[in-house]
T-cell receptor, first 120, second 116 residues
């Protein structure tokens, strides 16, 4: 089975440009998570979706960040305009952790290999 | 919020020796605890979880973890370390974020170095 697929794997762009990161979760999974990893701050949850609906976006740094999940097989994380401090590795993860109308939190998350973003 | 702490930034072990990577938790109620491993330039991979039941949980690649309620710990262990076990290890705990959702709170990670 294919795992979580993220694209691009690497992105280098100049400050002020729009950046779009893409994620294809594992088929059948109904929860999707976006994380950011840096040396200084470790692994931070940015936003997560259950059944394509955003549940918690309290980790999104500011209005420059937005995430969408138009269907069960695709999600995007967009940064506009980008800044050098946004440089990090961004991970998408998915899980099948949803039952009886709510998440249970007892299933593992499956991570993609990340997008390494560098903003010059 | 539920949280975990990994007190060691780095653990060094000689190949063939037992290894322990420490994790303590702070939760209200019963914890759901997880261990993940991250190899260079890769995403996190699930190793094992504790939800309920036996305090000793067995996982992938020969790893196991012991849940200790009195010490609020969930240490990761392996009887005999391999050089290929060298990686970054994360402990995580389930955290309720809303009435309809849970997410994981991760520790800062512990770098394990196994030397030949």
């Amino acid at each position: 089975d294919a795992g979580v697929i993220q694209s691009p794997r690497h992105e280098v762009t100049e400050m002020g440009q729009e950046v779009t990161l893409r994620c294809k979760p594992i088929s059948g999974h109904n929860s999707l998570f976006w994380y950011r990893q840096t040396m200084m701050r470790g692994l931070e949850l940015l936003i997560y979706f259950n059944n394509n609906v955003p549940i918690d976006d309290s980790g999104m740094p500011e209005d420059r960040f937005s995430a969408k999940m138009p269907n069960a097989s695709f999600s995007t994380l967009k940064i506009q305009p980008s800044e050098p401090r946004d440089s990090a590795v961004y991970f998408c993860a998915s899980s099948s952790d949803f039952g009886r109308g709510r998440a249970i939190g007892n299933q593992p998350q499956h991570f993609g290999d990340g997008t390494r973003l560098s903003i010059l | 919020a539920q949280s975990v702490a990994q007190p060691e930034d780095q653990v060094n072990v000689a190949e063939g020796n037992p290894l322990t990577v420490k994790c303590t938790y702070s939760v209200s109620g019963n914890p759901y605890l997880f261990w993940y491993v991250q190899y260079p330039n890769r995403g996190l991979q699930f190793l094992l979880k504790y939800i309920t039941g036996d305090n000793l949980v067995k996982g992938s690649y020969g790893f196991e973890a012991e849940f200790n309620k009195s010490q609020t710990s969930f240490h990761l262990k392996k009887p005999s370390a391999l050089v290929s076990d060298s990686a970054l290890y994360f402990c995580a705990v389930r955290d309720q974020r809303s009435n309809s959702g849970y997410a994981l709170n991760f520790g800062k990670g512990t770098s394990l170095l196994v030397t030949p």
